[in-house]
């Protein structure tokens, strides 16, 4: 067995109360969306607009922005330096990522792929939709699930592993309330930002919940 795999499995029983739920809801996902199709997923989620969802997704889907990641990164720096150290890193890591695979990959979002459609959809008022080539994965959700991914790796009561899932999730799911992202690429960039945050945790997080 080599030694990264050995730190890799080390990476996973740290985070094994994170792993299970988030691969459960995967599996969820991935048998829905092979049921049905993608139109049919966009269409459902834009049918489920609140008055309270208007207003409040748009705040949720800030968690998943580079300035929340630099926020985050720059808060753990001052009280525990490793940490702050390691998520930054992860981010930069995680984002170079998903900034190839945008430019790779070059698939429309919502508001383009719909262009014929427009008049069906709902938007949410006040907010900026995008209409580019950069749908595929979603930035937001691979920022989101690498944030979870670290603090859970490094909290030291497990439980809180179930409320950063939470919040990446309310994350992901804010991309399509808004119409910026389909249910794959807010599926792809969360098992982007896991799995990717869970190699650099094995070369860089030392010690879990213990490290500083």
């Not at 945008?102 to 262009?115: E, I």
Request: charge should be positive.
């Amino acid at each position: 067995m080599s030694a990264f795999f050995q730190k890799f499995i080390t990476v996973y029983r740290q985070l094994k109360y994170f792993i299970w739920p988030y691969a459960f809801i995967v599996l969820g996902v991935l048998i829905t969306r092979l049921c049905v199709t993608r139109t049919t997923v966009y269409f459902f989620i834009n049918g489920l607009h609140t008055s309270t969802g208007d207003f409040v997704f748009p705040y949720i889907t800030e968690l998943g922005s580079t300035s929340a990641a630099v926020l985050i990164s720059l808060l753990l720096l001052l009280f525990r330096k490793r940490m702050g150290a390691v998520m930054a890193t992860a981010y930069i890591f995680t984002a170079t990522i998903s900034f190839t695979l945008k430019a790779l990959v070059g698939f429309p979002r919502p508001h383009r792929f719909f262009s014929e459609r427009l008049h069906d959809i709902y938007f949410v008022p006040g907010v900026v939709v995008l209409d580019n080539f950069r749908s595929f994965p979603s930035g937001h959700s691979v920022c989101a699930f690498t944030a979870a991914t670290v603090l859970a790796y490094y909290t030291r009561n497990k439980v809180w592993s179930l409320v950063y899932l939470a919040l990446a999730l309310l994350v992901a799911y804010s991309r399509m309330y808004m119409s910026q992202h389909f249910l794959e690429d807010v599926t792809a960039g969360s098992l982007l930002g896991v799995f990717f945050s869970m190699v650099w945790l094995s070369f860089f997080g030392r010690n879990g919940s213990s490290g500083q």
